[in-house]
Protein backbone atom coordinates (compact mmCIF):
# COMPACT_ATOMS: atom_id res chain seq x y z
CA UNK A 1 0.00 0.00 0.00
CA UNK A 2 3.04 2.52 1.00
CA UNK A 3 4.14 2.11 -2.27
CA UNK A 4 0.83 3.07 -4.18
CA UNK A 5 0.37 6.12 -2.25
CA UNK A 6 4.20 6.93 -2.73
CA UNK A 7 3.61 6.47 -6.27
CA UNK A 8 0.51 8.27 -6.64
CA UNK A 9 2.38 11.24 -5.21
CA UNK A 10 4.96 11.33 -7.51
CA UNK A 11 2.42 11.11 -10.26
CA UNK A 12 0.51 14.09 -9.39
CA UNK A 13 3.48 15.99 -8.59
CA UNK A 14 3.05 18.79 -10.58
CA UNK A 15 0.50 20.49 -8.79
CA UNK A 16 3.20 21.30 -6.99
CA UNK A 17 5.55 23.02 -9.05
CA UNK A 18 9.24 23.74 -7.77
CA UNK A 19 10.06 27.50 -6.91
CA UNK A 20 11.73 27.69 -10.52
CA UNK A 21 9.04 26.69 -11.76
CA UNK A 22 7.07 29.34 -10.11
CA UNK A 23 9.11 32.10 -11.21
CA UNK A 24 8.77 30.80 -14.97
CA UNK A 25 4.95 30.63 -14.69
CA UNK A 26 4.56 34.28 -13.12
CA UNK A 27 7.12 35.65 -15.18
CA UNK A 28 5.22 34.70 -18.33
CA UNK A 29 2.10 35.78 -17.02
CA UNK A 30 3.39 39.04 -15.86
CA UNK A 31 4.39 39.34 -19.43
CA UNK A 32 1.22 38.79 -20.44
CA UNK A 33 -0.32 41.26 -18.69
CA UNK A 34 1.81 43.45 -19.20
CA UNK A 35 1.95 43.57 -22.70
CA UNK A 36 -1.78 43.72 -22.73
CA UNK A 37 -1.63 46.74 -20.63
CA UNK A 38 1.18 48.74 -22.59
CA UNK A 39 -0.64 48.01 -25.97
CA UNK A 40 -4.03 48.95 -24.90
CA UNK A 41 -4.61 52.13 -25.94
CA UNK A 42 -3.69 50.71 -29.41
CA UNK A 43 -6.31 47.26 -28.86
CA UNK A 44 -9.89 47.99 -30.26
CA UNK A 45 -12.97 48.50 -27.02
CA UNK A 46 -15.11 46.71 -29.33
CA UNK A 47 -14.56 43.61 -31.93
CA UNK A 48 -17.03 41.49 -33.09
CA UNK A 49 -14.81 39.38 -35.09
CA UNK A 50 -15.37 35.71 -33.19
CA UNK A 51 -13.03 33.73 -35.39
CA UNK A 52 -10.56 33.34 -33.55
CA UNK A 53 -13.02 31.08 -30.66
CA UNK A 54 -12.79 28.36 -33.20
CA UNK A 55 -9.66 27.56 -31.96
CA UNK A 56 -11.12 27.15 -28.07
CA UNK A 57 -13.59 24.88 -29.06
CA UNK A 58 -11.68 22.65 -30.61
CA UNK A 59 -9.52 22.60 -28.12
CA UNK A 60 -10.06 19.46 -25.67
CA UNK A 61 -9.99 19.85 -21.69
CA UNK A 62 -8.37 16.79 -21.69
CA UNK A 63 -5.16 17.51 -23.54
CA UNK A 64 -2.50 19.16 -21.36
CA UNK A 65 -0.64 22.64 -22.75
CA UNK A 66 2.32 24.40 -21.62
CA UNK A 67 1.80 28.29 -19.95
CA UNK A 68 3.01 29.70 -23.50
CA UNK A 69 0.59 27.70 -25.67
CA UNK A 70 -2.45 28.58 -23.03
CA UNK A 71 -1.40 32.39 -22.62
CA UNK A 72 -1.42 31.89 -27.11
CA UNK A 73 -5.20 30.75 -26.95
CA UNK A 74 -6.64 32.89 -24.47
CA UNK A 75 -5.31 35.71 -26.87
CA UNK A 76 -6.80 34.38 -29.71
CA UNK A 77 -9.97 33.14 -28.18
CA UNK A 78 -10.87 35.60 -25.60
CA UNK A 79 -8.87 38.49 -24.43
CA UNK A 80 -9.28 40.12 -28.39
CA UNK A 81 -12.82 39.09 -28.90
CA UNK A 82 -16.28 40.64 -27.98
CA UNK A 83 -16.29 43.72 -25.54
CA UNK A 84 -13.00 45.01 -24.28
CA UNK A 85 -13.70 46.13 -20.99
CA UNK A 86 -10.40 46.70 -19.53
CA UNK A 87 -10.12 49.75 -22.21
CA UNK A 88 -10.98 53.08 -21.57
CA UNK A 89 -13.19 53.78 -25.13
CA UNK A 90 -15.94 51.13 -23.37
CA UNK A 91 -18.78 53.38 -22.67
CA UNK A 92 -21.58 50.75 -22.82
CA UNK A 93 -23.76 49.25 -20.35
CA UNK A 94 -21.74 50.24 -16.99
CA UNK A 95 -18.40 49.78 -17.50
CA UNK A 96 -15.74 48.64 -15.19
CA UNK A 97 -12.30 49.04 -14.86
CA UNK A 98 -9.42 47.11 -13.87
CA UNK A 99 -7.09 48.29 -11.45
CA UNK A 100 -3.99 46.15 -11.99
CA UNK A 101 -3.52 46.03 -8.12
CA UNK A 102 -6.81 44.68 -7.25
CA UNK A 103 -5.22 41.91 -9.45
CA UNK A 104 -2.13 41.50 -7.22
CA UNK A 105 -4.83 41.35 -4.25
CA UNK A 106 -6.69 38.11 -6.25
CA UNK A 107 -3.36 36.65 -7.08
CA UNK A 108 -2.08 36.53 -3.09
CA UNK A 109 -5.85 35.38 -1.85
CA UNK A 110 -5.82 32.51 -4.20
CA UNK A 111 -1.99 31.87 -2.99
CA UNK A 112 -2.56 31.70 0.45
CA UNK A 113 -6.28 30.89 0.32
CA UNK A 114 -7.04 31.54 3.55
CA UNK A 115 -10.77 30.93 4.80
CA UNK A 116 -12.25 34.27 4.89
CA UNK A 117 -15.76 33.30 5.52
CA UNK A 118 -15.28 32.67 9.36
CA UNK A 119 -13.54 34.73 12.28
CA UNK A 120 -12.62 31.08 13.68
CA UNK A 121 -10.43 30.00 10.50
CA UNK A 122 -9.34 33.58 9.47
CA UNK A 123 -9.37 36.28 11.86
CA UNK A 124 -7.25 38.58 10.27
CA UNK A 125 -8.96 38.34 6.60
CA UNK A 126 -12.48 38.45 8.32
CA UNK A 127 -11.43 42.08 10.46
CA UNK A 128 -9.98 42.93 6.95
CA UNK A 129 -13.20 42.41 4.89
CA UNK A 130 -15.25 43.90 7.95
CA UNK A 131 -13.06 47.35 8.12
CA UNK A 132 -13.85 47.37 4.18
CA UNK A 133 -17.93 47.62 5.19
CA UNK A 134 -17.75 49.79 8.29
CA UNK A 135 -15.48 52.37 5.91
CA UNK A 136 -18.55 51.60 3.29
CA UNK A 137 -20.94 52.62 6.69
CA UNK A 138 -19.11 55.58 7.53
CA UNK A 139 -18.88 56.70 3.82
CA UNK A 140 -22.81 56.30 3.41
CA UNK A 141 -23.54 58.08 7.03
CA UNK A 142 -24.78 53.98 8.52
CA UNK A 143 -24.83 54.07 12.23
CA UNK A 144 -22.19 51.94 14.21
CA UNK A 145 -24.82 49.05 14.82
CA UNK A 146 -24.93 48.15 9.98
CA UNK A 147 -23.31 45.21 8.87
CA UNK A 148 -22.75 44.09 5.57
CA UNK A 149 -20.91 42.09 3.28
CA UNK A 150 -18.45 41.86 0.23
CA UNK A 151 -20.28 39.81 -2.56
CA UNK A 152 -19.42 38.93 -5.91
CA UNK A 153 -21.38 41.43 -7.31
CA UNK A 154 -24.93 43.86 -7.44
CA UNK A 155 -27.13 41.19 -8.39
CA UNK A 156 -26.32 38.77 -5.13
CA UNK A 157 -26.34 41.71 -2.76
CA UNK A 158 -29.44 42.98 -3.63
CA UNK A 159 -30.46 39.46 -3.25
CA UNK A 160 -29.36 40.04 0.02
CA UNK A 161 -30.78 42.90 1.18
CA UNK A 162 -34.26 41.05 -0.29
CA UNK A 163 -34.25 38.14 1.70
CA UNK A 164 -33.45 40.18 5.01
CA UNK A 165 -36.49 42.65 4.17
CA UNK A 166 -38.41 40.09 3.81
CA UNK A 167 -37.55 38.22 6.60
CA UNK A 168 -37.54 41.77 8.98
CA UNK A 169 -40.87 42.58 7.69
CA UNK A 170 -42.47 39.11 8.29
CA UNK A 171 -44.09 38.41 5.17
CA UNK A 172 -43.98 35.17 4.08
CA UNK A 173 -47.14 34.07 5.41
CA UNK A 174 -49.01 36.69 3.57
CA UNK A 175 -47.02 37.02 -0.29
CA UNK A 176 -50.10 38.08 -1.96
CA UNK A 177 -50.71 41.25 -0.24
CA UNK A 178 -47.16 42.77 0.16
CA UNK A 179 -46.03 45.49 -1.98
CA UNK A 180 -42.35 46.13 -3.75
CA UNK A 181 -42.52 49.60 -5.24
CA UNK A 182 -39.69 50.26 -8.06
CA UNK A 183 -39.34 52.16 -10.95
CA UNK A 184 -38.94 51.57 -14.58
CA UNK A 185 -35.19 52.67 -13.73
CA UNK A 186 -34.67 49.67 -11.48
CA UNK A 187 -32.30 47.20 -12.70
CA UNK A 188 -33.98 44.09 -13.48
CA UNK A 189 -31.64 41.95 -11.05
CA UNK A 190 -34.29 43.50 -8.47
CA UNK A 191 -37.26 41.80 -9.58
CA UNK A 192 -34.82 38.77 -10.47
CA UNK A 193 -33.99 38.96 -6.47
CA UNK A 194 -37.39 38.99 -5.51
CA UNK A 195 -38.70 35.62 -7.55
CA UNK A 196 -35.19 34.26 -6.35
CA UNK A 197 -36.68 35.12 -2.49
CA UNK A 198 -40.01 33.37 -3.51
CA UNK A 199 -41.79 36.63 -3.84
CA UNK A 200 -42.87 36.42 -7.44
CA UNK A 201 -46.18 36.33 -6.03
CA UNK A 202 -45.89 40.11 -4.48
CA UNK A 203 -47.57 42.73 -6.12
CA UNK A 204 -45.27 44.89 -7.84
CA UNK A 205 -46.20 48.59 -8.42
CA UNK A 206 -44.15 50.42 -10.91
CA UNK A 207 -44.12 53.87 -9.99
CA UNK A 208 -44.01 56.66 -12.70
CA UNK A 209 -40.75 58.38 -13.44
CA UNK A 210 -40.42 62.29 -12.79
CA UNK A 211 -38.81 64.70 -15.77
CA UNK A 212 -35.25 63.73 -14.65
CA UNK A 213 -36.11 59.96 -14.40
CA UNK A 214 -36.13 59.50 -11.25
CA UNK A 215 -38.61 57.59 -9.41
CA UNK A 216 -41.49 60.17 -8.76
CA UNK A 217 -42.20 59.98 -4.81
CA UNK A 218 -45.63 62.28 -4.99
CA UNK A 219 -46.64 58.99 -7.07
CA UNK A 220 -45.22 56.50 -4.73
CA UNK A 221 -46.61 58.32 -1.51
CA UNK A 222 -50.41 58.05 -3.43
CA UNK A 223 -50.17 54.40 -4.49
CA UNK A 224 -48.55 53.59 -0.60
CA UNK A 225 -51.67 55.24 0.98
CA UNK A 226 -54.28 53.51 -1.89
CA UNK A 227 -52.80 50.27 -1.41
CA UNK A 228 -52.86 50.80 2.23
CA UNK A 229 -56.45 51.72 2.00
CA UNK A 230 -57.70 48.95 0.29
CA UNK A 231 -55.67 46.37 2.72
CA UNK A 232 -52.26 45.47 1.03
CA UNK A 233 -49.40 45.92 3.41
CA UNK A 234 -46.72 48.04 1.28
CA UNK A 235 -43.16 46.31 1.68
CA UNK A 236 -39.99 47.08 -0.04
CA UNK A 237 -38.92 50.13 -2.05
CA UNK A 238 -36.38 49.53 -4.91
CA UNK A 239 -34.65 53.04 -5.36
CA UNK A 240 -31.69 53.90 -7.29
CA UNK A 241 -28.88 55.87 -7.02
CA UNK A 242 -27.13 55.93 -10.32
CA UNK A 243 -29.79 54.29 -12.63
CA UNK A 244 -27.78 51.60 -15.05
CA UNK A 245 -29.98 53.24 -18.20
CA UNK A 246 -29.39 57.11 -16.91
CA UNK A 247 -27.84 57.26 -14.02
CA UNK A 248 -30.61 59.19 -12.24
CA UNK A 249 -30.28 59.37 -8.32
CA UNK A 250 -34.12 59.05 -6.69
CA UNK A 251 -34.91 61.72 -3.89
CA UNK A 252 -34.08 60.03 -0.68
CA UNK A 253 -35.12 62.18 2.01
CA UNK A 254 -38.66 62.11 0.28
CA UNK A 255 -38.18 58.46 0.44
CA UNK A 256 -37.28 57.92 3.39
CA UNK A 257 -40.33 59.81 5.29
CA UNK A 258 -42.85 58.25 2.94
CA UNK A 259 -40.96 55.12 3.88
CA UNK A 260 -40.99 55.76 7.61
CA UNK A 261 -44.47 57.04 7.43
CA UNK A 262 -45.67 53.81 6.75
CA UNK A 263 -43.08 51.12 7.83
CA UNK A 264 -42.12 49.90 4.72
CA UNK A 265 -38.43 48.66 3.88
CA UNK A 266 -36.31 51.41 2.32
CA UNK A 267 -33.78 49.73 -0.40
CA UNK A 268 -31.11 51.90 -2.50
CA UNK A 269 -29.37 50.03 -5.43
CA UNK A 270 -26.59 51.75 -5.83
CA UNK A 271 -24.50 49.21 -7.45
CA UNK A 272 -23.36 52.01 -10.16
CA UNK A 273 -23.58 55.07 -8.42
CA UNK A 274 -22.35 54.40 -4.55
CA UNK A 275 -18.90 55.03 -5.10
CA UNK A 276 -19.80 58.61 -6.07
CA UNK A 277 -20.42 59.59 -2.38
CA UNK A 278 -16.35 59.89 -2.41
CA UNK A 279 -16.73 62.47 -5.00
CA UNK A 280 -17.54 66.35 -3.35
CA UNK A 281 -19.31 67.25 -5.88
CA UNK A 282 -22.01 64.47 -6.22
CA UNK A 283 -22.16 64.71 -2.32
CA UNK A 284 -25.70 66.38 -2.63
CA UNK A 285 -27.44 63.77 -4.46
CA UNK A 286 -26.66 61.35 -1.17
CA UNK A 287 -28.64 63.11 1.14
CA UNK A 288 -31.08 60.96 2.54
CA UNK A 289 -29.10 57.79 1.93
CA UNK A 290 -28.27 57.26 5.19
CA UNK A 291 -31.92 56.75 6.15
CA UNK A 292 -32.65 53.67 3.82
CA UNK A 293 -32.43 50.14 5.48
CA UNK A 294 -30.04 48.60 3.10
CA UNK A 295 -27.67 49.74 0.13
CA UNK A 296 -25.74 47.98 -2.22
CA UNK A 297 -22.91 48.91 -3.97
CA UNK A 298 -20.64 47.42 -7.01
CA UNK A 299 -16.56 48.13 -6.26
CA UNK A 300 -16.22 47.07 -10.00
CA UNK A 301 -18.41 49.56 -11.07
CA UNK A 302 -17.60 53.03 -9.51
CA UNK A 303 -14.49 52.16 -7.71
CA UNK A 304 -13.29 50.78 -11.13
CA UNK A 305 -12.01 47.36 -9.85
CA UNK A 306 -12.35 44.08 -11.82
CA UNK A 307 -15.84 42.00 -12.02
CA UNK A 308 -16.37 40.03 -9.10
CA UNK A 309 -16.77 42.58 -5.95
CA UNK A 310 -20.51 44.17 -4.85
CA UNK A 311 -21.65 45.05 -1.04
CA UNK A 312 -24.79 44.83 0.39
CA UNK A 313 -24.95 47.17 4.07
CA UNK A 314 -28.31 46.66 6.06
CA UNK A 315 -28.26 49.77 8.97
CA UNK A 316 -29.81 47.10 11.65
CA UNK A 317 -26.91 44.66 11.44
CA UNK A 318 -28.83 42.06 13.03
CA UNK A 319 -31.65 41.26 10.74
CA UNK A 320 -28.95 40.78 8.55
CA UNK A 321 -27.65 38.08 10.73
CA UNK A 322 -30.75 36.76 11.56
CA UNK A 323 -31.43 36.24 7.81
CA UNK A 324 -28.25 34.74 7.06
CA UNK A 325 -26.53 32.89 10.30
CA UNK A 326 -26.63 29.40 10.62
CA UNK A 327 -25.04 26.83 12.72
CA UNK A 328 -23.78 23.36 11.79
CA UNK A 329 -22.40 20.82 14.32
CA UNK A 330 -19.05 20.86 12.44
CA UNK A 331 -18.67 24.31 12.71
CA UNK A 332 -19.07 23.99 16.86
CA UNK A 333 -15.45 25.13 17.49
CA UNK A 334 -15.47 28.11 15.11
CA UNK A 335 -18.23 29.51 16.75
CA UNK A 336 -16.32 29.03 20.65
CA UNK A 337 -15.11 32.76 20.04
CA UNK A 338 -17.93 35.05 19.32
CA UNK A 339 -16.09 38.45 18.77
CA UNK A 340 -15.96 39.68 15.15
CA UNK A 341 -19.10 39.07 12.86
CA UNK A 342 -18.36 36.41 10.21
CA UNK A 343 -18.91 36.97 6.54
CA UNK A 344 -20.34 33.39 6.55
CA UNK A 345 -23.16 34.69 9.26
CA UNK A 346 -24.11 37.59 6.55
CA UNK A 347 -24.67 35.99 3.11
CA UNK A 348 -25.41 32.67 1.90
CA UNK A 349 -21.92 31.75 1.24
CA UNK A 350 -19.76 29.41 3.66
CA UNK A 351 -16.30 28.67 1.58
CA UNK A 352 -15.53 31.51 -0.37
CA UNK A 353 -13.20 34.05 -2.30
CA UNK A 354 -10.99 36.37 0.01
CA UNK A 355 -12.46 39.15 -1.93
CA UNK A 356 -11.56 41.88 0.78
CA UNK A 357 -7.51 41.63 -0.08
CA UNK A 358 -8.87 43.18 -4.17
CA UNK A 359 -10.43 46.14 -2.45
CA UNK A 360 -8.39 46.74 0.40
CA UNK A 361 -4.78 46.48 -1.59
CA UNK A 362 -5.59 49.51 -3.94
CA UNK A 363 -7.29 51.21 -1.43
CA UNK A 364 -3.96 51.59 0.81
CA UNK A 365 -2.07 51.54 -2.32
CA UNK A 366 -3.18 54.47 -4.47
CA UNK A 367 -5.10 56.59 -1.20
CA UNK A 368 -8.62 57.73 -0.98
CA UNK A 369 -8.22 61.19 -3.32
CA UNK A 370 -6.84 59.07 -6.13
CA UNK A 371 -10.10 57.11 -6.19
CA UNK A 372 -12.05 61.15 -5.29
CA UNK A 373 -10.31 62.81 -8.23
CA UNK A 374 -10.88 60.04 -10.81
CA UNK A 375 -14.43 59.38 -9.69
CA UNK A 376 -14.66 63.83 -10.11
CA UNK A 377 -12.85 63.40 -13.72
CA UNK A 378 -15.44 61.15 -14.53
CA UNK A 379 -18.31 63.58 -13.67
CA UNK A 380 -16.87 66.50 -15.50
CA UNK A 381 -16.11 64.75 -18.34
CA UNK A 382 -20.13 63.51 -18.53
CA UNK A 383 -20.49 67.15 -18.56
CA UNK A 384 -18.26 68.14 -21.15
CA UNK A 385 -19.87 65.31 -23.29
CA UNK A 386 -23.40 66.73 -22.92
CA UNK A 387 -22.30 70.40 -23.72
CA UNK A 388 -21.02 69.22 -26.98
CA UNK A 389 -22.95 66.98 -27.85
CA UNK A 390 -25.67 69.95 -27.75
CA UNK A 391 -23.38 71.85 -29.63
CA UNK A 392 -22.97 69.48 -32.57
CA UNK A 393 -27.37 69.16 -32.75
CA UNK A 394 -28.29 66.14 -30.96
CA UNK A 395 -31.11 66.12 -28.68
CA UNK A 396 -30.32 64.82 -25.01
CA UNK A 397 -31.62 63.72 -22.15
CA UNK A 398 -31.86 65.92 -18.96
CA UNK A 399 -28.59 67.25 -16.95
CA UNK A 400 -26.66 63.92 -16.10
CA UNK A 401 -26.95 62.94 -12.23
CA UNK A 402 -23.85 61.15 -12.39
CA UNK A 403 -21.89 59.73 -15.23
CA UNK A 404 -24.48 58.39 -17.54
CA UNK A 405 -25.30 60.51 -20.52
CA UNK A 406 -28.35 60.05 -23.20
CA UNK A 407 -28.80 61.86 -26.54
CA UNK A 408 -30.66 60.97 -29.95
CA UNK A 409 -29.76 62.49 -33.09
CA UNK A 410 -33.04 63.86 -34.55
CA UNK A 411 -32.20 66.84 -37.20
CA UNK A 412 -33.66 66.54 -40.10
CA UNK A 413 -33.77 62.95 -39.48
CA UNK A 414 -37.03 60.93 -41.04
CA UNK A 415 -36.89 58.15 -38.49
CA UNK A 416 -34.76 58.90 -35.79
CA UNK A 417 -34.43 55.33 -34.20
CA UNK A 418 -33.43 53.12 -37.04
CA UNK A 419 -30.93 56.59 -37.62
CA UNK A 420 -29.26 55.77 -34.19
CA UNK A 421 -29.44 52.50 -33.94
CA UNK A 422 -27.37 52.57 -37.49
CA UNK A 423 -24.81 55.06 -36.23
CA UNK A 424 -24.23 52.80 -32.95
CA UNK A 425 -23.73 49.61 -35.36
CA UNK A 426 -21.33 52.23 -37.68
CA UNK A 427 -19.16 53.29 -34.16
CA UNK A 428 -18.79 50.09 -32.94
CA UNK A 429 -17.91 48.56 -36.30
CA UNK A 430 -14.85 51.31 -36.00
CA UNK A 431 -14.01 49.72 -32.74
CA UNK A 432 -12.35 52.06 -30.88
CA UNK A 433 -15.50 53.71 -28.80
CA UNK A 434 -18.01 51.05 -27.64
CA UNK A 435 -21.14 52.49 -26.62
CA UNK A 436 -25.15 50.80 -26.34
CA UNK A 437 -28.34 51.85 -26.61
CA UNK A 438 -31.73 51.93 -24.28
CA UNK A 439 -35.47 52.62 -24.84
CA UNK A 440 -37.23 54.65 -21.92
CA UNK A 441 -41.30 55.93 -22.17
CA UNK A 442 -40.92 54.38 -25.88
CA UNK A 443 -37.89 56.63 -26.94
CA UNK A 444 -34.51 54.89 -28.40
CA UNK A 445 -31.66 56.51 -27.10
CA UNK A 446 -27.90 55.94 -27.26
CA UNK A 447 -25.91 55.56 -23.89
CA UNK A 448 -22.43 56.71 -22.98
CA UNK A 449 -21.33 55.48 -19.27
CA UNK A 450 -18.40 57.31 -18.53
CA UNK A 451 -17.43 54.94 -15.27
CA UNK A 452 -14.22 53.48 -16.56
CA UNK A 453 -11.04 54.93 -14.77
CA UNK A 454 -8.86 54.43 -18.14
CA UNK A 455 -11.65 57.06 -19.95
CA UNK A 456 -9.94 60.49 -20.19
CA UNK A 457 -10.77 64.12 -22.42
CA UNK A 458 -8.53 62.25 -25.58
CA UNK A 459 -11.16 59.56 -25.47
CA UNK A 460 -14.39 61.62 -25.02
CA UNK A 461 -12.78 63.92 -27.87
CA UNK A 462 -12.19 61.18 -30.30
CA UNK A 463 -15.84 59.89 -29.05
CA UNK A 464 -17.16 63.16 -30.47
CA UNK A 465 -15.11 63.45 -33.64
CA UNK A 466 -16.27 60.18 -34.42
CA UNK A 467 -20.09 60.68 -33.78
CA UNK A 468 -19.62 63.35 -36.24
CA UNK A 469 -18.00 61.75 -38.78
CA UNK A 470 -20.29 58.67 -38.73
CA UNK A 471 -23.69 61.13 -38.81
CA UNK A 472 -21.70 62.96 -41.84
CA UNK A 473 -21.28 59.41 -43.71
CA UNK A 474 -24.88 58.22 -42.59
CA UNK A 475 -26.80 61.61 -43.94
CA UNK A 476 -25.26 61.38 -47.43
C1 LIG B 1 -24.80 46.52 -12.55
C2 LIG B 1 -25.98 46.84 -11.77
C3 LIG B 1 -26.64 45.85 -11.03
C4 LIG B 1 -26.27 44.41 -11.08
O1 LIG B 1 -25.04 44.21 -10.48
P1 LIG B 1 -24.02 43.06 -10.97
O2 LIG B 1 -22.77 43.44 -10.26
O3 LIG B 1 -23.94 43.16 -12.45
O4 LIG B 1 -24.58 41.76 -10.53
C5 LIG B 1 -27.70 46.25 -10.25
N1 LIG B 1 -28.11 47.52 -10.21
C6 LIG B 1 -27.51 48.49 -10.93
C7 LIG B 1 -28.02 49.89 -10.84
C8 LIG B 1 -26.42 48.17 -11.72
O5 LIG B 1 -25.82 49.15 -12.43
Redesign the pocket.
Known amino acids: MIKEILSYQQESSSLEPSSEERALLLEAVAEYANEFLDNLHKLPAYNADNTGIAKLKEKKITDTSDIQSILELLNLSVDTIGINPASGGHLG??PGGGIYTSALGDYLAAVLNKYAGLHFAAPGAVILENKIIKWVCDLLGFPSGALGNIT???????MIAICTARDKMNISQDISNAVIYYSQQ??H??NKAAKIAGLAACVYRQIPLDSEYRMDYTCLKRQIEEDLSTGLKPFFIAS?????DTGAVDEFSKIASIAKEHNVWFHV?????GFFAMSSAAKSLFEGIQEADSV?L?P??SLFLP?GA?IIIVKEGEQLFDSFHYMANYLQDAYADGAEVSPADLSPELTKHFRGLRIWIPLQLHGMNSFSAALDEKLLLTKYLYQKLKEIGFEVGPMPHLSVCIYRYTKDISDPNEFNQKLITAIQNDGRIFISSTTIEDVFWIRAAIVSFRTHLDTIDLFINLLQQKIHQLSK
Not at 152 to 158: F, Q, V
Open positions: YISGGSIANTHCVSCGSTDAAYGVDHKYG
